[in-house]
C-alpha cells in the first residue's frame, strides 16, 4: 500500500535550536519527495521537491535530505525562528503514467517554535 | 502574482443546503486541483483537472459532489446537499506542466462548517 509516514506528530522547540523531522515512504515507483510547510489557517507552501537522485536541497535554513534505498527523507531545520511554527508535510508522487494526481500526502508534523 | 484565490474563506450551512466553493488559479496554469484537509485524514485529493478538463474524479466522496471547470480562470465545487460530515478545510491548488516536478500552489482554503 502506498503510505507516507511521518515523526513526530508534533514537536516543541525553544527559538534558536535545531531540529529533525522524518518522512518513511512505502510508495512505488517513486519520481519525487516534496515537503510543504503550512502556517496556521493558510494552505500548504513548497519548500523542497527532490527528485530519486538528490540526495540533498536546501533552502534557507531548511535542508531536506533523501535516502531513495530505505525510502526515508529528514527535513533539517536550523537556527530555528518562530515564524517555523506550522505543519510540515512530506508529500511523495508516483511515477504513474504522468498523472499529476498521484500524489501521496502524510498527515504532517506540528512545529511550535517557543521564545 | 496574486496566488490561488479561493472564496468564501469561510462557510457555516445547515445540512441540507447547497455549498458553492471557489477558485481562481495562477495564470497560465493548467492543471488545477481540489483538496479537502482534515485532521483524521490530512490532505485528500477529490478532483483535477487539466487544461479545463476532469481528468480523474475518484476521490469525490459521493454523487453529492460536484466540480465544475468553464474556463481557465475559474473552477467551482459544489456540495448539494451538504452534510455536517463535509465539514472540512477545502483547498484550492494549481500547477503548470512545467514537468511532473512543479510544485504545487495552495490557495488559503474555505473552511465548511455544516451544522
Known amino acids: 500500500k502506498n503510505q507516507v509516514e511521518q515523526s513526530p506528530q508534533s514537536l516543541i522547540i525553544l527559538e534558536g535550536k535545531n531540529c529533525t523531522l522524518q518522512?518513511?515512504?512505502?510508495?512505488?515507483?517513486?519520481?519525487?519527495l516534496r515537503w510543504y510547510k503550512q502556517d496556521t489557517g493558510r494552505g500548504p507552501v513548497s519548500l523542497t521537491i527532490?527528485?530519486?537522485?538528490?540526495n540533498t536541497k536546501s533552502n534557507g535554513r531548511y535542508t531536506a535530505t533523501l535516502d531513495a534505498d530505505t525510502k526515508q527523507s529528514s527535513l533539517h531545520i536550523t537556527a530555528s525562528q518562530l515564524s517555523d511554527s506550522a505543519s510540515y508535510i512530506c508529500?511523495?508522487?508516483?511515477?504513474?503514467?504522468?498523472?499529476?494526481?498521484?500524489?501521496?500526502f502524510g498527515k504532517g508534523t506540528k512545529l511550535s517554535v517557543k521564545p | 502574482d496574486a496566488g490561488v484565490i479561493q472564496s468564501p474563506r469561510h462557510e457555516v450551512t445547515e445540512m441540507g443546503q447547497e455549498v458553492t466553493l471557489r477558485c481562481k488559479p495562477i495564470s497560465g496554469h493548467d492543471y488545477l486541483f481540489w483538496y479537502r484537509q482534515t485532521m483524521m485524514r490530512g490532505l485528500e485529493l477529490l478532483i483535477y483537472?487539466?487544461?479545463?478538463?476532469?481528468?480523474?474524479d475518484s476521490g469525490m466522496p459521493e454523487d453529492r459532489f460536484s466540480a465544475k471547470m468553464p474556463n481557465a480562470s475559474f473552477s467551482t465545487l459544489k456540495i448539494q446537499p451538504s452534510e455536517p460530515r463535509d465539514s472540512a478545510v477545502y483547498f484550492c491548488?494549481?500547477?503548470?506542466?512545467?514537468?511532473?516536478?512543479?510544485?504545487?500552489?495552495f490557495g488559503n482554503g474555505t473552511r465548511l462548517t455544516v451544522t
Open positions: 491548488a494549481s500547477t503548470s506542466q512545467g514537468g511532473l516536478n512543479s510544485p504545487l500552489h
Open positions: 508529500v511523495v508522487k508516483r511515477n504513474y503514467g504522468g498523472s499529476q494526481g498521484n500524489l501521496i
Open positions: 483537472f487539466n487544461n479545463n478538463v476532469p481528468i480523474d
Open positions: 527532490m527528485t530519486f537522485s538528490e
Open positions: 518522512c518513511n515512504y512505502t510508495v512505488s515507483p517513486f519520481s519525487n
